[in-house]
């Protein structure tokens, strides 16, 4: 039983090994040095200044965050990062530093109903120890 096993193994490698597979990938439509990518580099190669195109889509991106927020012991609060002028938000988070006691509860992790920044909010559950709570969000913009 055991020699079939290994020959049927055997068999299924040497099948899957032979040089006449047939690629799973779609076959290239490049045919050598007469056809020419319309693609930019990205990032172009050094020395190489990129190319003028029309563009679709996003050309730069930045994360903004808002200056941290301390929570009180048994308080909550929120905070917003909000894109600069002329960018989209695109995504978003927070940030939490704790320093003891129990773990807060996250209560606000979603965009601003005006879609230009992000907001963050967090209870500390921690009434009586005196731990503060930190929370930062943090807003992803494109432009």
Known sequence: MRNNILLLS????????????H??????????????????DFPPGPGTAAKPTDQVGWTKAVTVASTPLAVAP?????ISANCPAGTTLVGGGFTIDVNGGPAPIVYLNNPGVTGTGWNAGVRNLNAAGGYYV????VARCAS
């Open 23 to 40: 690629a799973t990938a779609p076959a290239s439509t490049r045919s050598g040095a007469a056809s020419r990518s319309t693609a930019p």
């Open 74 to 78: 048994g308080a909550s609060g929120f």
């Open 10 to 21: 055997a068999a299924i490698l040497l099948g899957a090994c032979a040089d006449d597979q």
């Open 134 to 137: 930190s929370i930062t969000s």
